[in-house]
């Protein structure tokens, strides 16, 4: 029953709205008092009840919002008398998905980072507020306000058959075409993210001609729906006529009808008219690149962009085709790429300015089409690339807009081109800032092309001092420049940056890479809002273990919102190997917080889409929430935030087992492999932003020697992304057995010693063991072993018998799997594997041996941190906590098992077992554990202690040196050369100030500091667990 005029909620509208004005202005105490006082009136009335729930979530009373809202949903189910309207509904459901919202917050450590409790509880608060509408329509059909709030409900769970239901229901009522679109819609989505067959779309196009044989259309919104619905059944005749129609005036603006027209045409066939559609286009809009694209692959008959582009689908962009006109005759080919290029000539002559790109790019794309099809030629592409320069080689954009084109010739002519740009260096602009972009093209081409790789040492050196003072000469050009404006030519340093870098590798002179993050640091003095500047020095300071400083920058990145999603890759996989476990907890919290937030909001925008009848974004909003819910950073991070808790936790066996506990409720592995393996993983992003030492996040070079001459990182680029999906899904899934398998190996201990087991009168489940055996097998096969196969690996390894390199690159996981196995052993007693005097249980001196020579020997091996390439700090930090971390709460299990109660051990008379041979493996695990732990703080004490003045000194040497003039340092010295010379009149005082104030060695003290706190905090983490171990020695 609608609400009566003057009314709300069946109560006077003048004694609601002083409590919404309270709301309004946060005035919640105030508006507490005039709930209460309206609730003394109308004690009987849900909507009441509903704005009171409402105060108190907005007051942050979860608990009693709640209360109070199942309150007035049981007053709406049992009395027929009160009211029922859409404004006590929708309030109410308001605040089910805002407690929500809160629960999120409050428990999110908590619940979340068990893997999707929220989205259960998120499930059952929607479902209440979803049966309180379905109870309503229930109880008034034909409620046409209640039954859009049921559909708004059924659009935030995502059920699109019945969206679909109720959607169709309305438009019987009514007949209106809006609730007509919002079925076809749900239609749509059943098909394109749901398990609709395509036959579905034959029932939405039959009820939209329907519709329209009464009715017709009014909304331009309703036409592209009717079109996207014919198009995905291949119908694009249909379409055409459709769009040809009288329902074609729908669209006002003539471009965008002429584009689909276009786009039509070219799926049905008719190229040729097509390409005459296109050509109409680029007349209106002659700076649309995509469009000539398309107009020329019509022109050649190329129909691999539309069998390749996904119907329907604006999130997932479709990628770099091959074209293939192979078809036409050498005849044919070529008169229609002379029309093409006639029909390109006509624009640039009717462009008449600088600024459209789309024409000029148009000669380009014909000479690369001929190259592509075996009938270019090298030497006019180069002209044509050599006349793009001269008009727009000053751009910033140039460089890239020529990479692809640049691909199709053979290396010679690329370093021909080359050589041309140079020699025309003379004719260059004489306008500053043209004559500067056009000099940074000809760095970024040289980069480009792999040339930056062929050069010797010498020439790659000379080009970073030349981008250096190409810097320093042109800084004067942003002297009135305000500070968040981009000033001319800060790419150099970036460039320059990029060079020492590479420098470093070829040479392993750490003075280099210390000179590179010197002129970062001085760049973002002078302007701090250079995000390539930071997102360089993250990755800098991480490859130099200074993670501290690497988050301080990323930070400063304010990265917010979705760019969690596409950025937190610069930052994440470092801080997960790193010791500094309350920033990386801050890093997961935030990033997570996000997804979930959105994932649960996103279909608010869905319904706001269907509300404003823009039904495309209707598509594209779900399809975009779909995208983020398979995101492979997204499940990684939902692996690694519970074993962050299980570290932070190792140290105590009863909170960890609480922890554990709710892990154990979870879905199990098959189930949550499954839900990895059906489905595929989408990566979003940003890779363009990583620097070319790092391309992707489990790939750096500067930890492999340098290849030669003949290798450039930019080939191999796409070839390693290809194979990333796999590598992400392996990590995931072996990441995912991890944190079941310390609760088993727990259980697994704590049942080992029989007599204590008999005395406490416990039952060893023999399925746990089982189980064990099952994820152990499962995590070999990940490894790359059966699991006896694997077995004999780590054994050999440990004998000699196999060198250690077998582990490859995963001596983390195959410790992980020895400490697991061991576990097992423990509670199976299948290996049977002893030592020579068949006292001491063999799996507990494998694990102990293992731990011990891959620790201690990664210990003395590591110099000072300050002057190691490639630190294995990681390495380290991730034994220490994550085998050795295990293996101790193994043992405190065994411990504990080993000390039974007082009282049970009176009655039941349990034996001692302090002399058992599994005692005595304890024992010595306890002592072997406490001398790894102490080797490893001797030495980060040591590096901590060593003088801060010195350690600086060790940087500044490395770099500063005047004496000389190769090597490290010559980059630096034209910055200095600029410090010592400043002029506030040249530069400006800004700029001159910030110069004035720079100093290298608070830089170099900066480091110094962050490699001591990153150390620090890993020498407390060891301190607590030799702590635990000296504990554990005086309990067995």
């Given at each position: 029953?609608?609400?009566?005029?003057?009314?709300?909620?069946?109560?006077?509208?003048?004694?609601?709205?002083?409590?919404?004005?309270?709301?309004?202005?946060?005035?919640?105490?105030?508006?507490?008092?005039?709930?209460?006082?309206?609730?003394?009136?109308?004690?009987?009335?849900?909507?009441?009840?509903?704005?009171?729930?409402?105060?108190?979530?907005?007051?942050?009373?979860?608990?009693?919002?709640?209360?109070?809202?199942?309150?007035?949903?049981?007053?709406?189910?049992?009395?027929?008398?009160?009211?029922?309207?859409?404004?006590?509904?929708?309030?109410?459901?308001?605040?089910?998905?805002?407690?929500?919202?809160?629960?999120?917050?409050?428990?999110?450590?908590?619940?979340?980072?068990?893997?999707?409790?929220?989205?259960?509880?998120?499930?059952?608060?929607?479902?209440?507020?979803?049966?309180?509408?379905?109870?309503?329509?229930?109880?008034?059909?034909?409620?046409?306000?209640?039954?859009?709030?049921?559909?708004?409900?059924?659009?935030?769970?995502?059920?699109?058959?019945?969206?679909?239901?109720?959607?169709?229901?309305?438009?019987?009522?009514?007949?209106?075409?809006?609730?007509?679109?919002?079925?076809?819609?749900?239609?749509?989505?059943?098909?394109?993210?749901?398990?609709?067959?395509?036959?579905?779309?034959?029932?939405?196009?039959?009820?939209?001609?329907?519709?329209?044989?009464?009715?017709?259309?009014?909304?331009?919104?309703?036409?592209?729906?009717?079109?996207?619905?014919?198009?995905?059944?291949?119908?694009?005749?249909?379409?055409?006529?459709?769009?040809?129609?009288?329902?074609?005036?729908?669209?006002?603006?003539?471009?965008?009808?002429?584009?689909?027209?276009?786009?039509?045409?070219?799926?049905?066939?008719?190229?040729?008219?097509?390409?005459?559609?296109?050509?109409?286009?680029?007349?209106?809009?002659?700076?649309?690149?995509?469009?000539?694209?398309?107009?020329?692959?019509?022109?050649?008959?190329?129909?691999?962009?539309?069998?390749?582009?996904?119907?329907?689908?604006?999130?997932?962009?479709?990628?770099?085709?091959?074209?293939?006109?192979?078809?036409?005759?050498?005849?044919?080919?070529?008169?229609?790429?002379?029309?093409?290029?006639?029909?390109?000539?006509?624009?640039?002559?009717?462009?008449?300015?600088?600024?459209?790109?789309?024409?000029?790019?148009?000669?380009?794309?014909?000479?690369?089409?001929?190259?592509?099809?075996?009938?270019?030629?090298?030497?006019?592409?180069?002209?044509?690339?050599?006349?793009?320069?001269?008009?727009?080689?000053?751009?910033?954009?140039?460089?890239?807009?020529?990479?692809?084109?640049?691909?199709?010739?053979?290396?010679?002519?690329?370093?021909?081109?080359?050589?041309?740009?140079?020699?025309?260096?003379?004719?260059?602009?004489?306008?500053?800032?043209?004559?500067?972009?056009?000099?940074?093209?000809?760095?970024?081409?040289?980069?480009?092309?792999?040339?930056?790789?062929?050069?010797?040492?010498?020439?790659?050196?000379?080009?970073?001092?030349?981008?250096?003072?190409?810097?320093?000469?042109?800084?004067?050009?942003?002297?009135?420049?305000?500070?968040?404006?981009?000033m001319h030519g800060e790419e150099l340093l970036s460039m320059a940056c990029n060079v020492l870098v590479q420098l470093f590798w070829r040479t392993r002179q750490l003075g280099y890479l210390l000179e590179a993050i010197m002129i970062l640091e001085l760049g973002l003095t002078i302007r701090r809002h250079v995000w390539q500047y930071k997102i360089l020095l993250v990755h800098l300071y991480s490859y130099l273990g200074a993670y501290s400083l690497s988050y301080e920058w990323y930070k400063s990145l304010e990265v917010k919102n979705i760019l969690l999603e596409s950025v937190s890759h610069h930052i994440l996989p470092q801080m997960l190997v790193s010791p500094l476990w309350v920033d990386l907890?801050?890093?997961?919290?935030?990033?997570?917080?996000?997804?979930?937030?959105?994932?649960?909001?996103?279909?608010?925008?869905?319904?706001?889409?269907?509300?404003?009848?823009?039904?495309?974004k209707v598509i594209e909003f779900v399809q975009f929430k779909e995208r983020l819910q398979h995101s492979n950073q997204y499940l990684m991070a939902r692996l690694e935030a519970p074993i962050l808790q299980l570290k932070l936790n190792a140290n105590n066996i009863e909170e960890e087992e609480c922890i554990l506990e709710s892990l154990k409720s979870r879905v199990h592995f098959p189930e949550f492999s499954s839900e990895i393996g059906g489905k595929s993983l989408t990566f979003n992003e940003d890779m363009q932003s990583r620097p070319w030492w790092t391309p992707i996040p489990d790939k750096n070079y500067l930890l492999e020697p340098f290849e030669g001459v003949s290798f450039c990182p930019r080939?191999?680029?796409?070839?390693?992304?290809?194979?990333?999906?796999?590598?992400?899904?392996?990590?995931?899934?072996?990441?995912?057995?991890?944190?079941?398998?310390?609760?088993?190996?727990?259980?697994?201990?704590?049942?080992?010693?029989?007599?204590?087991?008999?005395?406490?009168?416990?039952?060893?489940?023999?399925?746990?063991?089982?189980?064990?055996?099952?994820?152990?097998?499962?995590?070999?096969?990940?490894?790359?072993?059966?699991?006896?196969?694997?077995?004999?690996?780590?054994?050999?390894?440990?004998?000699?018998?196999?060198?250690?390199?077998?582990?490859?690159?995963?001596?983390?996981?195959?410790?992980?799997?020895?400490?697991?196995?061991?576990?097992?052993?423990?509670?199976?007693?299948?290996?049977?594997?002893?030592?020579?005097?068949?006292?001491?249980?063999?799996?507990?001196?494998?694990?102990?041996?293992?731990?011990?020579?891959?620790?201690?020997?990664?210990?003395?091996?590591?110099?000072?941190?300050?002057?190691?390439?490639?630190?294995?700090?990681?390495?380290?930090?991730?034994?220490?906590?994550?085998?050795?971390?295990?293996?101790?709460?193994?043992?405190?299990?065994?411990?504990?098992?080993?000390?039974?109660?007082?009282?049970?051990?009176?009655?039941?008379?349990?034996?001692?077992?302090?002399?058992?041979?599994?005692?005595?493996?304890?024992?010595?695990?306890?002592?072997?554990?406490?001398?790894?732990?102490?080797?490893?703080?001797?030495?980060?004490?040591?590096?901590?202690?060593?003088?801060?003045?010195?350690?600086?000194?060790?940087?500044?040497?490395?770099?500063?040196?005047?004496?000389?003039?190769?090597?490290?340092?010559?980059?630096?010295?034209?910055?200095?050369?600029?410090?010592?010379?400043?002029?506030?009149?040249?530069?400006?005082?800004?700029?001159?100030?910030?110069?004035?104030?720079?100093?290298?060695?608070?830089?170099?003290?900066?480091?110094?500091?962050?490699?001591?706190?990153?150390?620090?905090?890993?020498?407390?983490?060891?301190?607590?667990?030799?702590?635990?171990?000296?504990?554990?020695?005086?309990?067995?």
């Amino acid at each position: 029953m609608a609400s009566k005029f003057g009314m709300a909620g069946g109560i006077p509208e003048r004694r609601v709205r002083p409590i919404w004005d309270a709301i309004d202005s946060r005035q919640f105490k105030n508006a507490l008092k005039l709930s209460a006082s309206l609730l003394s009136k109308y004690p009987n009335s849900p909507y009441a009840l509903a704005l009171k729930a409402l105060i108190l979530e907005r007051m942050g009373k979860s608990d009693e919002a709640l209360s109070v809202c199942l309150s007035a949903k049981e007053l709406l189910y049992t009395n027929d008398s009160v009211l029922m309207d859409e404004l006590t509904l929708s309030t109410l459901q308001i605040v089910f998905q805002r407690l929500d919202h809160c629960q999120c917050i409050f428990t999110f450590l908590f619940l979340f980072l068990i893997f999707g409790h929220l989205i259960i509880l998120f499930a059952l608060l929607v479902d209440l507020a979803t049966s309180c509408y379905e109870y309503a329509c229930g109880k008034f059909l034909n409620n046409l306000e209640i039954m859009m709030g049921l559909f708004n409900c059924y659009v935030r769970e995502y059920s699109f058959v019945k969206q679909q239901q109720t959607a169709i229901k309305m438009y019987k009522i009514v007949g209106e075409e809006r609730f007509l679109l919002w079925a076809v819609c749900s239609i749509q989505l059943q098909v394109l993210c749901g398990n609709g067959g395509e036959k579905l779309l034959l029932l939405a196009e039959g009820l939209l001609k329907k519709h329209i044989a009464s009715h017709s259309l009014h909304e331009p919104e309703a036409l592209i729906v009717y079109i996207s619905v014919l198009e995905q059944q291949a119908k694009y005749g249909d379409a055409l006529e459709v769009l040809s129609g009288k329902l074609g005036s729908l669209l006002v603006i003539e471009v965008d009808r002429l584009r689909i027209q276009g786009r039509l045409l070219a799926r049905a066939g008719d190229y040729a008219t097509a390409a005459n559609i296109y050509q109409k286009v680029l007349e209106s809009c002659p700076d649309d690149w995509e469009c000539f694209q398309h107009y020329l692959d019509c022109l050649l008959e190329d129909g691999s962009y539309w069998c390749n582009e996904p119907l329907n689908d604006s999130v997932h962009p479709p990628k770099d085709v091959e074209r293939n006109s192979s078809h036409l005759t050498d005849e044919v080919f070529i008169s229609r790429l002379s029309n093409a290029s006639a029909f390109a000539q006509k624009l640039q002559a009717e462009a008449g300015n600088d600024f459209i790109r789309c024409p000029y790019l148009a000669n380009l794309e014909i000479e690369r089409r001929k190259q592509l099809q075996g009938k270019g030629d090298d030497d006019k592409l180069i002209e044509v690339l050599m006349q793009y320069f001269f008009r727009f080689g000053h751009l910033a954009c140039f460089a890239s807009d020529i990479e692809g084109f640049l691909r199709v010739l053979p290396f010679g002519k690329k370093e021909e081109f080359l050589e041309k740009l140079i020699k025309s260096c003379d004719s260059l602009s004489a306008v500053p800032t043209k004559l500067l972009g056009q000099s940074i093209s000809l760095f970024k081409i040289e980069e480009l092309i792999g040339n930056m790789f062929k050069i010797p040492v010498v020439e790659l050196e000379n080009s970073a001092i030349r981008m250096a003072q190409m810097y320093c000469k042109n800084l004067p050009l942003s002297k009135d420049l305000d500070q968040q404006e981009s000033m001319h030519g800060e790419e150099l340093l970036s460039m320059a940056c990029n060079v020492l870098v590479q420098l470093f590798w070829r040479t392993r002179q750490l003075g280099y890479l210390l000179e590179a993050i010197m002129i970062l640091e001085l760049g973002l003095t002078i302007r701090r809002h250079v995000w390539q500047y930071k997102i360089l020095l993250v990755h800098l300071y991480s490859y130099l273990g200074a993670y501290s400083l690497s988050y301080e920058w990323y930070k400063s990145l304010e990265v917010k919102n979705i760019l969690l999603e596409s950025v937190s890759h610069h930052i994440l996989p470092q801080m997960l190997v790193s010791p500094l476990w309350v920033d990386l907890n801050d890093v997961l919290k935030d990033y997570l917080k996000f997804m979930d937030d959105h994932l649960k909001e996103s279909a608010d925008l869905t319904s706001l889409a269907y509300r404003h009848r823009n039904y495309s974004k209707v598509i594209e909003f779900v399809q975009f929430k779909e995208r983020l819910q398979h995101s492979n950073q997204y499940l990684m991070a939902r692996l690694e935030a519970p074993i962050l808790q299980l570290k932070l936790n190792a140290n105590n066996i009863e909170e960890e087992e609480c922890i554990l506990e709710s892990l154990k409720s979870r879905v199990h592995f098959p189930e949550f492999s499954s839900e990895i393996g059906g489905k595929s993983l989408t990566f979003n992003e940003d890779m363009q932003s990583r620097p070319w030492w790092t391309p992707i996040p489990d790939k750096n070079y500067l930890l492999e020697p340098f290849e030669g001459v003949s290798f450039c990182p930019r080939e191999n680029l796409q070839q390693q992304r290809k194979g990333r999906e796999a590598n992400v899904r392996t990590a995931i899934e072996k990441r995912s057995l991890v944190p079941r398998m310390i609760y088993l190996s727990i259980q697994c201990a704590s049942a080992s010693l029989k007599e204590n087991i008999e005395a406490n009168g416990s039952m060893y489940d023999p399925k746990i063991s089982s189980e064990l055996r099952f994820l152990l097998e499962r995590y070999a096969k990940i490894l790359g072993f059966p699991f006896n196969d694997a077995i004999q690996v780590v054994v050999g390894v440990l004998s000699g018998q196999k060198s250690s390199e077998a582990f490859n690159s995963d001596t983390v996981d195959w410790l992980n799997f020895a400490v697991f196995l061991n576990a097992w052993n423990l509670g199976s007693h299948e290996l049977g594997l002893s030592d020579e005097d068949g006292c001491r249980p063999g799996t507990w001196h494998i694990v102990n041996s293992l731990l011990e020579r891959y620790i201690v020997e990664k210990v003395r091996s590591m110099g000072p941190l300050i002057s190691s390439l490639g630190c294995d700090l990681p390495t380290l930090v991730q034994l220490v906590t994550e085998p050795l971390a295990w293996h101790g709460l193994i043992i405190q299990s065994c411990v504990r098992s080993a000390l039974p109660s007082g009282k049970r051990k009176k009655k039941s008379g349990s034996v001692d077992q302090s002399n058992s041979p599994v005692s005595n493996a304890i024992r010595d695990s306890i002592q072997s554990l406490c001398s790894i732990v102490e080797e490893v703080t001797k030495w980060l004490r040591v590096q901590i202690k060593k003088s801060e003045d010195e350690n600086v000194e060790i940087i500044l040497s490395s770099f500063h040196r005047k004496e000389q003039t190769v090597g490290p340092g010559q980059v630096f010295q034209v910055l200095q050369a600029l410090i010592s010379s400043t002029s506030d009149t040249e530069l400006g005082d800004r700029i001159s100030q910030t110069l004035k104030s720079w100093s290298h060695v608070d830089v170099a003290r900066k480091l110094v500091t962050g490699q001591r706190k990153v150390m620090s905090e890993f020498l407390q983490i060891c301190d607590s667990k030799f702590k635990l171990l000296q504990s554990l020695k005086q309990q067995i």
